[in-house]
């Protein structure tokens, strides 16, 4: 079985329900306080175990964290290549939900910048990585660029990466980390701010400004997703575009007017919505642990460009991925919560037939 590595964050999450989230200057009172098991490097873990990868979790915490492994480890992923550093805090993130299910999050990044890339190189290769397994990362921990790098270049897996939450300061590492992606995973705000912040640098890019700066201006997501395929030599770019559904792009030498790819959201009523935390999570972790079932990572290391019928079945795969994706995140915003509110596969799987959640 291909593995799934994630390399992530870990984070104990304070949710706080309120009427609505708050504005600049104003003070409002919570409606309730939970203290739950968070960060993307958790949840995707726990996402793509519970579809069924062979999953590993590359993470570090504190001691106050530990609860958060277990759990991890308790929904079928593999936490040994995790660390607990007694002389740190696992991150916090404090997360407000409001009365539509909308949340904003702040985060304390604690533990999950203490990474030392020996220690996680070592830990990758203890793993037997190679061609046909998967890594994930996001941008809540430190060395991403470093790890993506090594990663791709001298172990041949695929990376995945989601450049959430999007930097603010040095955005050098985020130009880095995108040089070794094979599928970016964004969502429409993400898309946005990583095509603007392209726009601005000072970095030569193959799409004319006056193009991308439309684009832009107009929030065209199609032609944003394959402006930036295109500008940083990424195969496949995915914009998440919650109720609107999901567009991919796929971008290949050779291979020209490649049809985009488009799956409709799962049909989860704006009433039902509770919590859309983990949706973004959930998402990547079925849609890896969906690819991670095929042959599709032969996609990724190929130079030549695959023939139509090969091409055909590439994004049949990557159609049917995203699809499960879009069930299980559709599950996810019906219930509180991060992990929790995660599904088994059991559970999407029903939603796709029978298009009903039943809850477990």
Not at 45 to 61: E, F, I, Q
Not at 243 to 259: M, R
Not at 262 to 273: G, L, Y
Request: glycine share 8%; charged share 20%.
């Amino acid at each position: 079985m291909n593995k799934l590595v994630v390399f992530g964050s870990v984070n104990i999450d304070e949710v706080y329900s309120v009427p609505h989230i708050v504005k600049p200057g104003e003070t409002i009172t919570a409606l309730s306080r939970e203290e739950l098991a968070g960060g993307k490097g958790a949840n995707c873990s726990v996402a793509s175990a519970r579809a069924g990868a062979s999953t590993h979790l590359v993470s570090n915490l504190g001691p106050d964290g530990k609860w958060i492994l277990d759990l991890v480890n308790r929904s079928g992923a593999n936490v040994e290549s995790s660390v607990v550093s007694q002389d740190k805090q696992t991150g916090r993130a404090i997360i407000q939900v409001g009365a539509d299910g909308e949340n904003s999050i702040f985060l304390f990044p604690g533990a999950n910048t203490s990474h030392i890339l020996t220690t996680v190189e070592e830990k990758l290769n203890a793993l037997g990585l190679g061609s046909g397994d998967y890594l994930i990362s996001a941008n809540e921990t430190n060395l991403v660029p470093e790890v993506l790098e090594f990663s791709k270049t001298e172990l041949g897996v695929v990376v995945i990466y989601n450049p959430a939450p999007m930097p603010t300061t040095n955005i050098h590492s985020l130009f880095e980390s995108l040089r070794f992606v094979d599928i970016l995973v964004v969502n429409e705000t993400e898309l946005l701010s990583l095509s603007k912040l392209t726009l601005e640098s000072t970095q030569k890019i193959s799409i004319s400004h006056e193009d991308m700066s439309h684009a832009l201006k107009s929030c065209d997501y199609d032609s944003l997703v394959k402006y930036i395929g295109i500008c940083y030599a990424i195969k496949l770019v995915v914009v998440t575009k919650g109720s609107s559904g999901v567009t991919a792009q796929l971008t290949l030498n050779g291979v020209e007017n490649i049809p985009r790819i488009f799956v409709n959201a799962s049909p989860v009523k704006q009433d039902f919505v509770v919590d859309t935390t983990a949706a973004g999570d959930t998402w990547i972790g079925y849609f890896a642990a969906s690819l991670a079932e095929s042959d599709v990572h032969n996609l990724f290391s190929r130079d030549s460009p695959p023939s139509i019928e090969e091409l055909q079945e590439y994004i049949e795969i990557f159609s049917a991925s995203m699809k499960r994706a879009n069930y299980a995140s559709g599950i996810v915003v019906t219930k509180k919560g991060a992990i929790p509110s995660i599904p088994e596969k059991s559970s999407v799987d029903s939603f796709i037939h029978s298009g009903i959640i039943h809850h477990q």
